[in-house]
């Protein structure tokens, strides 16, 4: 159903709904509450410090508004609250200002700093019910909470709901109907409405998931690739190695080739740990490949990794005098249309490229095999595009994500999974150590001792400007510290999600070139990509983190034979941190983050991509996907998809996505 079908949705509000992923009414009803507010009135004599609490309150004071820099403005004024005089600030919310009268009473809901006798507000209720539940939504400007519940209010009524879950599992397990829990998500008056509510919509999710998987799995294992008739070269390509493989990889390309000598088609993932060796082991599989007189191709996420590989992928194979090119959004037309030329008539062995290698205009001779680095950077249409320029070529994905074993086995359970975990001899562990902001002058020390010695430093910083509600560093504010604290005297650049990809790759080639010794940085370094003089990483807030995002962005540096090191910066979770000073082993560190962490960040840095879930959690919700993996298997054996319209469609669509 059209969202213009619902009341109060203007060409406006429908844009601001797009661009959160709402695209019709049964989008707008599964946008479920990320958390809750339990509006339970305390009196501020009670209040914790710096906890989250709910006071009422009355202005004593008509409030000021101060404009801090663009996009963002802060409100003070004074309230009383049980007798009590308090200083109240509130950011980004001067629109409420005509409504913050003398007098008049509000509720407040934020933090109360008992030192400063301040409180940071995040909200300010107007005629709020005490005792009540109120869901709260993600949001773009333009968009209030209450903008948002009455728009899902007004959706409520049009009875578009969708149930996914099999009714013999709907008996089993007792689920409340969708209707209902739908309703219960967005409208609890307890707890226990939660509960149920989200439970039966989280399996639902899960089980539409885990069908997708499983049958995929069943559907790969018919499907017939490329047989080749090939020996084990492994010898030969080693041979042309300067260094030894590890027992891990030499496993890894064994599957691979058993794999290509098979006539069931490639579909294998490579999962190993930052500086594992996965490029080498793909490699090795595009030499097997051009020795059975087939093309390959590798589609990476960047430019910059994409020419990485050229590089160091290129310079192996000149020496069996495989043809080698690359193909990316800045390679000029003219070199495009030879290239494109010499790819359709087989001059060309290994294409490696970006998103440039799904064009419709990129043309194989004989493509048999694709191989995707860090491929949850790319969405299954896009891998499935490239896929499609051969004759069910065989298929290599590379993550350098580490996670739990069994977790891999359930979320990638359609691919035959490879692990490396070994890393290569000669280089050095990585030294981690967490320090407190009051022990930041001892690394400033550090961080001028490997610039002396003509070393680069990564810095990140979780936020890209200051927010002045919480306490955390800024790109802008680091860059301003670190000038401040070397004189202006080391070259220093900025690199954030909301640069333009050509501002992100020329800042990148400039530290890649040397030209910047400092890049402060938010998580959007970019995984896999190989800067050897890069010998210190530090992180601020490291907190606001999962140690396996932690682990990957210390995988940037300790790239070569050199001393490297990684500095954690916060004040709090010491604890939780401290796992990163004890080991380097990116799969043991997965298995404490899946343990301490009660929710958040497994596969890494939020633009991973993995799965877009609009209620389930992966962690969290681990023994419910288990179950769901169990239940889909079960109906899938049995056959009774056949008689549900849902899951027969995704039956036939199941092509596309294979």
Not at 184 to 211: G, V
């Amino acid at each position: 159903m059209d969202l213009k079908s619902i009341k109060g949705i203007s060409i406006g509000t429908e844009t601001k709904l797009n661009n959160l992923g709402i695209n019709n009414v049964e989008d707008l009803l599964e946008f479920y509450p990320y958390r809750y507010n339990f509006i339970n009135l305390i009196d501020i004599k009670d209040a914790n410090d710096n906890e989250s609490v709910t006071i009422k309150a009355t202005i004593i004071e008509i409030p000021k508004i101060q404009y801090i820099k663009k996009n963002l403005n802060k409100m003070i004024f004074k309230v009383i609250s049980n007798n009590q005089l308090i200083f109240v600030t509130i950011f980004n919310r001067a629109f409420l200002k005509q409504n913050l009268l003398l007098n008049r009473e509000v509720v407040l809901i934020g933090k109360y700093n008992k030192l400063k006798n301040s409180f940071v507000a995040s909200d300010i209720k107007f005629n709020i019910l005490e005792n009540t539940i109120e869901p709260v939504y993600h949001l773009v400007e333009g968009l209030t909470n209450n903008n948002m519940r009455k728009l899902i209010k007004e959706a409520l009524k049009s009875n578009m709901y969708y149930d996914y879950i099999p009714y013999i599992y709907v008996e089993k397990y007792h689920f409340i109907n969708k209707k209902d829990a739908v309703n219960l998500i967005h409208n609890p008056k307890n707890s226990n409405d939660i509960k149920l509510a989200s439970l039966r919509l989280k399996y639902e999710e899960l089980f539409d998931f885990m069908f997708k998987i499983n049958y995929l799995k069943k559907v790969n294992k018919k499907i017939i690739g490329i047989k080749r008739e090939l020996d084990n070269h492994t010898n030969d390509f080693c041979s042309i190695l300067p260094f030894q493989l590890t027992s891990d990889q030499l496993k890894c390309m064994n599957e691979i080739y058993e794999d290509l000598i098979s006539d069931r088609r490639m579909n294998r993932l490579i999962l190993g740990d930052v500086g594992s060796g996965k490029t080498i082991v793909a490699t090795y599989a595009i030499y097997l490949n051009y020795l059975s007189h087939h093309q390959s191709a590798l589609m990476a996420p960047t430019e910059i990794l994409a020419n990485q590989h050229y590089k160091n992928i290129k310079g192996l194979l000149d020496i069996f005098n495989i043809k080698t090119e690359i193909l990316t959004g800045s390679t000029k037309n003219k070199d495009k249309e030879v290239i494109l030329k010499k790819l359709l008539n087989g001059e060309i062995d290994l294409i490696i490229g970006t998103h440039s290698l799904i064009n419709s205009n990129v043309k194989f001779k004989s493509l048999g095999l694709v191989i995707t680095d860090e491929q949850h950077r790319f969405g299954v249409e896009q891998r499935n595009i490239l896929n499609d320029k051969g004759n069910q070529p065989d298929v290599l994905y590379l993550s350098a994500t580490p996670i739990p074993r069994t977790y891999a086995l359930t979320i990638y359970g359609d691919l035959d999974l490879s692990l490396i975990k070994i890393k290569p001899k000669g280089r050095k562990e990585i030294e981690t150590k967490v320090y407190k902001e009051t022990e930041i002058k001892e690394v400033l020390y550090k961080m001028l001792e490997e610039l002396k010695l003509g070393h680069q430093i990564y810095v990140v910083s979780p936020l890209i400007e200051n927010n002045l509600e919480v306490d955390l560093k800024s790109v802008f504010d680091l860059e301003e510290k670190f000038n401040t604290a070397f004189n202006n005297k080391v070259a220093i650049g900025i690199l954030h999600g909301k640069l333009k990809s050509k501002e992100k790759d020329l800042t990148m080639n400039e530290f890649k070139n040397g030209n910047l010794k400092i890049l402060i940085s938010t998580t959007v370094i970019e995984v896999g990509v190989d800067i050897p003089n890069t010998t210190m990483i530090v992180i601020y807030n490291a907190e606001r983190f999962g140690l396996a995002t932690l682990h990957q962005l210390r995988g940037r540096v300790g790239r070569n034979d050199c001393q490297s090191y990684c500095y954690l910066i916060s004040n709090k979770d010491i604890k939780r941190l401290k796992v990163l000073e004890e080991s380097n082993d990116g799969f043991y560190i997965s298995e404490k983050d899946f343990e301490m962490r009660g929710s958040g960040d497994l596969f890494g840095v939020k633009q991973s991509g993995l799965t877009s879930f609009k209620i389930a959690n992966l962690k969290t919700d681990y023994q419910i996907l288990l179950q769901t993996k169990k239940d889909s298997e079960d109906y899938i054996n049995d056959g009774l998809y056949i008689e549900n319209e849902h899951y027969k469609e995704i039956v036939n669509d199941i092509s596309f996505i294979n």
